[in-house]
Every structure is written in structure tokens, then in C-alpha cells.
């Protein structure tokens, strides 16, 4: 009897184990098989049309495996490349200076009034990109008040101007991305344990010492995770150059947006595309490296 | 002296924090002040405080046709992206599986690319297809990109959860079910609100993947692009500001709610 009784527990047990290794891939399928429909395939698309070439009529296209597309396209578009990367360097590192301090008087000096600054931080994504950055033109802007004030006391010239600059541009790029830098330095540092930072003091490690060799190294991942957060919408951004930007100033998402749009010549811009992703996907494996997809995601 | 250095030093990120804080609601609070600018069609400078913009937002043509599109393709895509997501959250967070690692960098890869890749690749795919671009176009592009965000929020919140309380369920005889229901589905819930909020926020402000996909239809950011080159109309800082309050209401309201659960608890 007692026999028969452990039979049944361990063929339930044995039914609840096939039952649970069939679940996650029930869960998992849906949203997967959407991803590869929307994601994995268009991207295969944009690599097969990137090395298409013209036939006949306008925006039709036959496969020639043409791979001498890619060169031609980096060739005529070399300086967005570059710009593109700079501006979103210079916009990275501009973020991090802002969000960290930012960040760490969040985790460790709001006391009650934590939860308050963290919506404050999130505040502009409650309004449109859009609109934000519009804003920004015109505070900017010739008529605004900025430059007002500063043709006043004569820091800059009358023909000088802030809008349509690569200033205006880097800006614009760190504005919009800064809380995506916010959040996860935020979150790395307030996981870190006070005390750690208390026992580096009683080792008589001063301010800047307990910085650098505990809080420091300890909110890496959240360096890591923000940086990357910050710079891969920053370099493929087309909006703060189009609207804060001067045709000098124009990145390789203006590119690729006129290649689609206005010249219809979609090797190219699949092309591009296609080498804009994969310089962002070898940065970010050097970072994955580094922390760990588990940790970033 | 160290003293004096020490609240120096204190003070000084406190300083700082609020120099960056006043650059966070710059443009928010110029975009909320010239929703009352009595500016006419381009308004773009100050020219006195009215409330007729508030009064008929729909006064600029098409804004909101704009508006409502954009909450109908927002909501649509939410409410799919959020039950794909969470789906898959729960796998990941509540179960072992064979191909974890590559699913995680499934989740992971929409994240990293830029949206203009994510929104050429699509139409390139629908123009190979033949598909006409439109809502039903834009609304997948939407849950696409959605999706890897709500499976990042409602993970996090399940990685917080104290296994103990799963445990203490199953001890008193909850089933599998019953205890899912009853005890994790409620813990998780905020989580899933919240990833919810993120999915409708992202949606409804997309401007790069929805311009390739959307067609000839407009949203309310394609509106602002496309009226940008010769000035935004008062009215849309009227929406951007109203969406502005109703998206503090919410945050403030949830987190009212969760302080009280919390003090309930303790």
C-alpha cells in the first residue's frame, strides 16, 4: 500500500516535472515568435536589399549581390558616420557627468524624498520627444531667451547663434537621452551597501579615496548599462540633428531617413542601416563582456 | 577646517542636483507655459497669457485626429506587448529552461538597435511583402519594440519577489495555480502596471519607427514634426502639457497606493 502510494507521488511528480519544462517554452512562444516575424526577419530583409541594385523604374530593386554597395555608401557618407558617433560620444559623456552626481544624491542624500526626485528624473518622458526638443529650439533659438541674454552683456557676437550648431545638436541628444543614464546608475547605487562606503571611512580612506575603490567600481554595471542606454538611441537619433541641426551638422539617421524617403534608393539606406547596427552591436558586445547580458536586461 | 570641507562637499552634489534638475524642466516648463502663449498659428514667442488654447484644443486642423490615432494605436499595442511580455517574463523569471541565454538575447537585441534600423527593416519587409503601411503596420511596429521593455520591468519585479511567500503558499496547500493567482499574479501586478505605463509612453511618443511604417496616416508626433518647420500650433503644447499632468496623476496615484500597501503590510 505504502508502496503503491509512493508509485503515484513520484509519477505526479514526474507528470508536474514534464508538465513544468513544457510551460516556459508555452510562455516563452508567443512573444518570441512575434520578435522573429518583426525583428529577426525585416532585419534579414534590410541585409538581402543591401546589396540589391536599381532596376528600371524608380524604387524597384533586383538582387545582384552587390556587396560594393556598403563601400560606396560609407564613401558618400562617411562624415554623418563619424559625426554620428562623435555626437553621440560627446552626448554620452555629457549625460554621465550630469546623471551621476544627480544619481548619487538621489540614492544616498533624498532621504524621504527619494521617491519624488526619481519621478522628477523620469518628469520629460511624460512629455512628447517632440515637443521637448522643439522646446529646446527656441530657448536656443535667435529670438529666445539665451542668446537675448548673452548678445546683452556681449559674450557672443550679433551674428553668432546657438541653434544650427553642433552644440545645439549634442544638447539636444543629452537632454532627451539623460534619464535613460538616470534610472540605471540610480539603481546600481542604491543597491550598494552603506556600510561598505562607512567601513572604507573607518579605514581611514578619505572622500575621494572611498569614491574611486568602493562607490565607483560597485556602480559600474549601472555605468555600463546607462552609457550603453544613452549612447545607442543617441547614435542612430535623427531628430535633435534635423530640428536643432544645420545641414552641417546632420548625422547618418538624416542619411539614411533621405535615402528612404526623398532619394528612394533603398540599397543604400539598407546598407547604411545595416553598418550603423552592426558598429553598435560590436560596441555592445564589448560592453556585454564586460557586465553580462543577465545584468543589463 | 575638514568640517568645513565635509559640508562643502554635502552640499555641493546637493547643488548640483538641483543645477540638473533645473535643466530637466526647462523645456517642460517652457512647453507648459507656451500652451498658454496667445501666439496665433506658429507660436513662437511670447505674445500674452490666454486660456483659449485650453479651452479648444482641437482648434488646430488635424491635431486631433493626430491625437486620437496615436491613443488608438498606444492602447492596441499596449495591451498586446504587455501580455507577450509578461509572458515571457515569467518564463524567464519562474522557470530553467534550454535556450535561456539566447532568449535573453533576443529580449535584448531590439533594445540595442537604433530605432531608425528597427523602422527601415520593417518597411523594407512590408514594401518586399507588398503590405500596405498603415494602423495594422505601425501597431506590430509598436508591440515589436514594446515587448523587450515590459519583459525587462515585470522581470525586475520578480526578481524581487521573497520566494518564501510562493513557498508559504504551497505549504498551505495552494496548488500550482492557486498560488500563482493568488499570491504571485498580485505581487507581480504592480510590476505590470508600471511596464504597462512604459509600453503606452513609449508608443504613444514614437516618432522614428511609426514615420516609417505609419504610411500616409498621422499620429501626434508626426503631427508636431511635420507643423515644426513652419511652428507648432499653441494647442499642441496644450496636449503635450495636459499629457504632462495625467501622467504625474498617474505616477503620484501609484505611488500613494503602494505606500499604503506598504504601511498595511507593516
Given at each position: 500500500m505504502a508502496f503503491l502510494h509512493v508509485q503515484k507521488t513520484t509519477n505526479r511528480l514526474k507528470g508536474l516535472k514534464n508538465n513544468r519544462s513544457l510551460i516556459p517554452y508555452l510562455l516563452l512562444a508567443p512573444g518570441l515568435i512575434w520578435l522573429s516575424i518583426f525583428f529577426i526577419f525585416p532585419i534579414l530583409q534590410l541585409g538581402a536589399t543591401s546589396t540589391k541594385t536599381p532596376a528600371g523604374e524608380i524604387g524597384f530593386f533586383e538582387q545582384t549581390?552587390?556587396?560594393q554597395n556598403y563601400i560606396d555608401a560609407f564613401l558618400a557618407s562617411k562624415e554623418q558616420f563619424y559625426r554620428s558617433f562623435l555626437y553621440a560620444t560627446l552626448a554620452t559623456i555629457l549625460a554621465l557627468a550630469i546623471a551621476y552626481p544627480l544619481a548619487y544624491a538621489i540614492a544616498f542624500k533624498s532621504g524621504r524624498y527619494k521617491n519624488i526626485l526619481l519621478v522628477m528624473v523620469i518628469?520629460?518622458?511624460?512629455?512628447s520627444f517632440l515637443l521637448r526638443t522643439i522646446a529646446w529650439k527656441q530657448i536656443l533659438g535667435e529670438e529666445g531667451p539665451v542668446v537675448s541674454a548673452l548678445r546683452a552683456v556681449s559674450?557672443?557676437?550679433?551674428?553668432?547663434?546657438?541653434?544650427?550648431?553642433p552644440f545645439a545638436v549634442v544638447t539636444g541628444l543629452t537632454y532627451n537621452f539623460l534619464p535613460f543614464m538616470t534610472l540605471p546608475l540610480y539603481a546600481s547605487l542604491e543597491r550598494i551597501d552603506p556600510r561598505t562606503m562607512e567601513a572604507a571611512g573607518d579605514l581611514y580612506a578619505n572622500g575621494l579615496t572611498t569614491f574611486r575603490k568602493v562607490t565607483l567600481p560597485l556602480s559600474m554595471p549601472g555605468v555600463v548599462a546607462g552609457t550603453l542606454l544613452t549612447f545607442i538611441p543617441a547614435a542612430g537619433d535623427y531628430i535633435n540633428a534635423a530640428i536643432l541641426g544645420d545641414p552641417k551638422s546632420k548625422m547618418l539617421g538624416n542619411v539614411i531617413d533621405a535615402y528612404y524617403f526623398?532619394?528612394?534608393d533603398y540599397p543604400t539606406a539598407a546598407a547604411l542601416s545595416f553598418m550603423l547596427m552592426a558598429a553598435i552591436l560590436i560596441l555592445v558586445t564589448f560592453y556585454i563582456r564586460r557586465a553580462g547580458t543577465e545584468e543589463l536586461v | 577646517m575638514r568640517s568645513v570641507k565635509r559640508w562643502a562637499s554635502k552640499n555641493l552634489i546637493r547643488i548640483y542636483a538641483f543645477l540638473a534638475f533645473t535643466y530637466i524642466f526647462i523645456p517642460i516648463i517652457y512647453t507648459i507655459a507656451f500652451?498658454?502663449?496667445?501666439?496665433?498659428?506658429?507660436?513662437?514667442?511670447?505674445k500674452g497669457f490666454t486660456l483659449k488654447n485650453w479651452a479648444n484644443p482641437c482648434a488646430a486642423p488635424e491635431i486631433c485626429t493626430a491625437l486620437g490615432n496615436s491613443l488608438k494605436i498606444g492602447l492596441t499595442s499596449t495591451i498586446f506587448a504587455t501580455i507577450l511580455g509578461t509572458l515571457i517574463a515569467f518564463a524567464l523569471g519562474r522557470y530553467h529552461f534550454k535556450g535561456r541565454s539566447s532568449t535573453n538575447l533576443l529580449i535584448f537585441l531590439p533594445m540595442a538597435t537604433p530605432e531608425i534600423v528597427l523602422g527601415a527593416s520593417l518597411l523594407t519587409m512590408f514594401i518586399g511583402l507588398g503590405v500596405d503601411t498603415g494602423f495594422v503596420t505601425t501597431i506590430i511596429a509598436h508591440i515589436m519594440f514594446c515587448i523587450s521593455f515590459v519583459v525587462v520591468t515585470v522581470k525586475a519585479r520578480i526578481a524581487s519577489l521573497d520566494p518564501r511567500l510562493e513557498q508559504a503558499a504551497m505549504d498551505l496547500y495552494a496548488n500550482e495555480w492557486q498560488t500563482f493567482r493568488r499570491v504571485t499574479l498580485p505581487l507581480v501586478a504592480p510590476g505590470i502596471a508600471a511596464a504597462a505605463l512604459l509600453a503606452f509612453s513609449l508608443s504613444f511618443d514614437d516618432f522614428i519607427i511609426t514615420n516609417f511604417t505609419i504610411g500616409t496616416e498621422i499620429t501626434f508626433p508626426k503631427f508636431v514634426y511635420t507643423s515644426a518647420i513652419r511652428g507648432v500650433p499653441a494647442q499642441a503644447n496644450v496636449i503635450g502639457a495636459a499629457m504632462f499632468f495625467i501622467a504625474l496623476a498617474i505616477v503620484i496615484v501609484g505611488q500613494v497606493l503602494a505606500s499604503k500597501r506598504k504601511s498595511k503590510l507593516s
Open positions: 549581390y552587390r556587396f518628469a520629460p518622458f511624460f512629455t559674450i557672443i557676437g550679433d551674428t553668432t547663434s546657438i541653434t544650427a550648431t526623398r532619394i528612394v | 500652451s498658454f502663449n496667445d501666439g496665433g498659428k506658429s507660436n513662437l514667442t511670447w
